[in-house]
């Protein structure tokens, strides 16, 4: 029988194997027989931002002593808290995040690299290695595997077009020609696919309006779920890939998460399930599970925090507001989009519609309900994406570790609109997010240990993280800038590529 191993992704495609297999001597197979000419070594840094040392290949040794002893970089310009009079980095190419450039006119392929100290250890407050150690943990105490997935929403921002107008704040799921920026979209995911990403879907969401001279129009990315790690890395690579594909169209994107006050806001809901030998572990007997809802538990208990990872500037907190498909109670419940954690209709009742909708097709056992997972909504584009997820790690892993849990997942659960008048009893029994990046860097001031338990997050990292949030002093600015429209257009351009 012919072999019909496929992947969109190049690399995986033509070395015939799944990305996490790839080796030094696979990398390398691609690179001379492709004759790819530059290695682009690739890494978040302090900002948030990936950045770039482009390495162009002489010869065979030379590819192989780069892609072996990896190479040095300046630590203090690229994370505020490394002291210049010991900055020196090794920066070390991770073979499993290789992809081909997209964009490149000399053909090459970027690599992700970990940072390492003068000593050869990992270094403790890079990024990606606090989220290695946070999932190191979680495994160890629960015994799952953790899958997550992004929800990546941004806007286009371009010249206004009149022609077919798309209705205001009515543009979820629009088709051409009422939004404008589809093509765009759809070709950053033939991208993000070719560059490894695995993406589910991609769709024009609610939020479009207009300007005297530019269109405002929000679309959205959602991923595949994955293992966290590598989660984070295809969010890294889309959100570098749309922007690099936005700058050649001549348009703006921008994932912060408010643009204007009154319109939809652009979040970056984190999904998540639990895992066990390749078993989706958030169902059991048709109904959520004590392990979800332990996960849940977690996730609520220490909400407050999270947002000091997940909502980073001032605007974070224009989007957090009463009435909207944006969180401002901690609570969670079933397809309700107002709740902090959200459990998305699943398959786990009756999976026998495919035969309503195809009478002709022959009954076959469908099993679906691996599918499950639940919602953080409150993250938003100004996240450090794997600070975030790391912290979401340890939350995750606190709801396994405290007896009360499921006590409080049951307490903390609403089946109701909590924004009725007859539901204000429950709404106001509920704790509340925080409402600036003051409050959020006391919230992680007040519950640090928990997140420097084990040498996940440095203290130094924490410490960084709390005078960041403080330094916009911006407790009680959504009440100061009420009404006051060219103040906050003045913020929103502030902050509109934050990360």
Not at 327 to 345: A, E, F, H, K, Q
Request: a negative charge.
């Amino acid at each position: 029988m012919e072999n019909t191993w496929y992947s969109a992704s190049k690399i995986e495609n033509f070395l015939r194997k799944p990305s996490r297999e790839f080796t030094k001597a696979d990398i390398i197979k691609y690179i001379l027989d492709n004759q790819i000419e530059m290695v682009n070594f690739r890494y978040m840094a302090g900002d948030g931002k990936l950045k770039t040392l482009n390495i162009y290949i002489h010869s065979p040794e030379y590819l192989n002593s780069i892609l072996t002893c990896g190479e040095r970089v300046d630590g203090s310009s690229l994370f505020s808290y490394i002291e210049a009079g010991s900055s020196d980095l090794y920066v070390l190419p991770r073979y499993s995040t290789a992809f081909h450039n997209p964009f490149s006119e000399i053909p090459a392929v970027d690599i992700l690299c970990s940072y390492y100290n003068n000593e050869g250890k990992p270094l403790e407050s890079a990024p990606d290695y606090i989220l290695k150690k946070a999932y190191r943990k979680f495994k160890e105490v629960t015994g799952f595997n953790f899958k997550a997935l992004g929800e990546l929403e941004y806007y286009v921002i371009s010249e206004k077009n009149t022609d077919y107008p798309a209705v205001d704040q009515k543009g979820y799921h629009a088709s051409t020609p009422y939004i404008k920026w589809n093509d765009l979209r759809n070709e950053a995911m033939k991208l993000i696919t070719e560059c490894g990403g695995k993406i589910k879907y991609g769709h024009s969401e609610v939020g479009n309006f207009t300007t005297e001279s530019e269109l405002y129009e929000q679309h959205e990315i959602e991923f595949l779920p994955c293992d966290v790690t590598e989660a984070a890395d295809q969010l890294v690579i889309a959100r570098w890939i749309l922007r690099k594909l936005a700058y050649e169209y001549g348009v703006v994107i921008s994932f912060a998460p408010k643009i204007t006050v009154g319109k939809a806001g652009s979040g970056m809901h984190i999904h998540m399930l639990l895992e066990k030998e390749g078993k989706n572990m958030m169902i059991h007997e048709g109904k959520l599970s004590q392990e979800a809802r332990k996960l849940i538990a977690g996730l609520v208990e220490y909400a407050g925090p999270l947002t000091a990872f997940g909502n980073t500037i001032p605007t974070s907190f224009l989007r957090l507001v009463p009435h909207q498909e944006a969180p401002t109670n901690i609570c969670w419940g079933d397809r309700n989009r107002s709740v902090l954690v959200r459990v998305p209709l699943g398959w786990a009742g009756n999976s026998n519609m495919i035969f309503d909708a195809n009478p002709n097709e022959k009954p076959c056992q469908v099993e679906a309900s691996g599918k499950q997972t639940v919602e953080l909504r409150s993250p938003d584009g100004s996240a450090d994406i794997h600070m975030l997820l790391a912290g979401i790690l340890i939350a995750g892993r606190m709801g396994f570790e405290n007896k009360n849990a499921l006590e409080i997942a049951e307490k903390t659960y609403v089946a109701v609109n909590i924004f009725k008048d007859e539901h204000k009893d429950k709404a106001n029994s509920l704790k509340q997010l925080p409402v600036s990046c003051f409050e959020a860097a006391e919230e992680l001031q007040a519950h640090r240990k928990v997140f420097e338990n084990f040498g996940i997050f440095p203290e130094g990292t924490i410490e960084s993280q709390i005078s960041l949030l403080k330094s916009f002093d911006d407790k009680g600015l959504s009440e100061k800038l009420f009404g006051k429209n060219d103040e906050i257009r003045k913020l929103v351009d502030t902050y509109l590529h934050w990360r």
